[in-house]
T-cell receptor, first 117, second 108 residues
Framework: DAGVIQSPRHEVTEMGQEVTLRCKPI?????LFWYRQTMMRGLELLIY????????DSGMPEDRFSAKMPNASFSTLKIQPSEPRDSAVYFC???????????????FGPGTRLTVT | AQRVTQPEKLLSVFKGAPVELKCNYS??????LFWYVQYSRQRLQLLLRHISRESIKGFTADLNKGETSFHLKKPFAQEEDSAMYYCAGSDSSYKLIFGSGTRLLVRP
């Protein structure tokens, strides 16, 4: 198993452009998380999906951010329009969750390093 | 507010020396606590969790409810232990709160 797959690994874009980050969770996992990592704020949860349904998007910074999970094997995080302050590493993680417990290990992808100039 | 604090950004020790990475938490109730590790050019991965009470790669972590701490310890550091370590907590929901991380550098 290749684990959680994210693409692209690196993205450089200009301010105002649309950015789409992609994630393929581990097969059989029913929960997916998007995190953002910055020097200032560390690792923050952006949104959590359970069985393809967004359960908690309270961490999404603003309306410029949106996330979808059209099926169990694919999720996207979109930023439109992008701004320099969105520059960060974005991680996707997946796990099997029974109920709401996170006692189950979260498996992280390699991350996408986004730079907005 | 729920919070996990790692006071040290960098911890540098010599090979064979004891290591203690500090983690303090602020939660109402009894959280579940974890240590995640990220080795150079690798993914963030779970190192150990409080509920399992296990020792992984020689590391242990004891929950001290009185001091609200979950420090990570290893009696003899190895060069391959050099990595970024994150403490994380959960209030039994899906949400993990991560500390800011401590970079451990083990010198030869």
């Amino acid at each position: 198993d290749a684990g959680v797959i994210q693409s692209p690994r690196h993205e450089v874009t200009e301010m105002g452009q649309e950015v789409t980050l992609r994630c393929k969770p581990i097969s059989g996992h029913n929960s997916l998380f998007w995190y953002r990592q910055t020097m200032m704020r560390g690792l923050e949860l952006l949104i959590y999906f359970n069985n393809n349904v967004p359960i908690d998007d309270s961490g999404m910074p603003e309306d410029r951010f949106s996330a979808k999970m059209p099926n169990a094997s694919f999720s996207t995080l979109k930023i439109q329009p992008s701004e320099p302050r969105d520059s960060a590493v974005y991680f996707c993680a997946s796990t099997i969750a029974l109920g709401t417990s996170v006692y189950y290990e979260q498996y992280f992808g390699p991350g996408t390093r986004l730079t907005v100039t | 507010a729920q919070r996990v604090t790692q006071p040290e950004k960098l911890l540098s020790v010599f090979k064979g020396a004891p290591v203690e990475l500090k983690c303090n938490y602020s939660y109402s109730g009894s959280p579940e606590l974890f240590w995640y590790v990220q080795y150079s050019r690798q993914r963030l991965q779970l190192l150990l969790r409080h509920i399992s009470r296990e020792s992984i790669k020689g590391f242990t972590a004891d929950l001290n409810k009185g001091e609200t701490s979950f420090h990570l310890k290893k009696p003899f550091a190895q060069e391959e232990d050099s990595a970024m370590y994150y403490c994380a907590g959960s209030d039994s929901s899906y949400k993990l709160i991560f500390g800011s991380g401590t970079r451990l550098l083990v010198r030869p």
